[in-house]
């Protein structure tokens, strides 16, 4: 081998070492799928959403009230799954001051009827967007009556599980 090898072969792991010291020491935190995770610093997105009917509303018209904004597609089969778990949570805790907005990926022509579920339409995405719900189907987002952010779950929720039950009364009291 020449020098110019060596100083590549040196080069080449000094690099790899550099990449892998700083992959961990940034503490990147990778999202758990299924699992509630804290959100802040995210303000409410002001971009108008569309129902079957074509009436738009935006998420400031539902400021006192606990808005649980669920971002699915019907050819998602984990979101497929997930929905009559949600619409069982939701049955359960109609008497509260909840509001349930399931916006769906695809123009609302294309959305499979499903009794009781709130079907909102996202032109272009805008909404998902700004309130970091682009990183995939299901997503699940928890806006408290005051209109702040508190957290996401990314993937299917476990809606029958006392935890969600929990968090979701502990939200709520800030209604009453």
């Known amino acids: ?8 072969i040196i080069v080449t792991a000094l690099f790899v070492a550099g990449v892998f010291f700083w992959v961990k020491m940034s503490k990147i935190d990778v999202p758990k799928l299924g699992q ?6 995210i303000g409410l997105s002001k971009a108008k959403i569309k129902d079957s009917q074509g009436k738009s509303i935006t998420l400031a018209d539902l400021k006192g009230k606990l808005v649980v904004l669920h971002s699915w597609a019907s050819w998602c089969a984990p979101c497929m799954e ?4 949600m619409m069982d949570f939701f049955h359960k805790n109609q ?3 909840i509001v349930l907005i399931a916006i769906h990926r695809e123009p609302i022509r294309q959305i499979p009827t499903i009794q009781g579920l709130p ?3 996202d032109e272009g995405n805008i909404l998902a967007q700004e309130m970091m719900m682009i990183k995939g189907i ?5 806006i408290a009556p005051s209109g702040k952010v508190q957290g996401i779950i990314l ?4 809606w029958q599980s006392h935890q ?8 709520l009291k800030e209604v009453q």
């Open 1 to 8: 081998m020449n020098k110019t090898s060596y100083i590549s």
């Open 36 to 41: 509630f995770q804290v959100l802040s610093d």
């Open 82 to 85: 997930e929905i009559p778990q």
């Open 95 to 97: 008497d509260k001051k």
């Open 119 to 121: 079907i909102y339409f």
């Open 138 to 142: 299901p997503s699940t987002l928890f």
């Open 155 to 158: 993937g299917k929720a476990q």
């Open 164 to 171: 969600m039950q929990e968090r979701v009364d502990l939200m």
